[in-house]
């Protein structure tokens, strides 16, 4: 039952995340099109998580930490999913 309870969980938190990835790698990439969502650029991505390079202002920033936290979230909650017995 615990085991359904957080892949429901899973699933609703993951929601937002669809609109936050897109603004984060809008504003990392400095795109606005669709293409951004289903282009495999992983590498820059990956740096940005761990630094504020690509951001240019504070609202940039904010949205980047605010990104951060939430996968960091999502992150605690899949390892929860994955080990429960």
């Known amino acids: 039952m615990t085991r359904l309870v957080l892949f429901a969980a899973l699933l609703v938190y993951g929601i937002p995340l669809w609109k936050l990835r897109y603004r984060w790698r809008s504003t990392l990439y400095r795109r606005s099109d669709w293409k951004i969502n289903v282009l495999p650029w992983f590498g820059r991505d990956t740096a940005a998580l761990f630094t504020n390079a690509w951001f ?25 999913f994955v080990w429960l017995p």
């Open 56 to 80: 240019r202002d504070d609202a940039e920033r904010r949205m980047a930490a605010r990104y951060r936290w939430y996968v960091l979230g999502y992150v605690v909650l899949l390892a929860w």
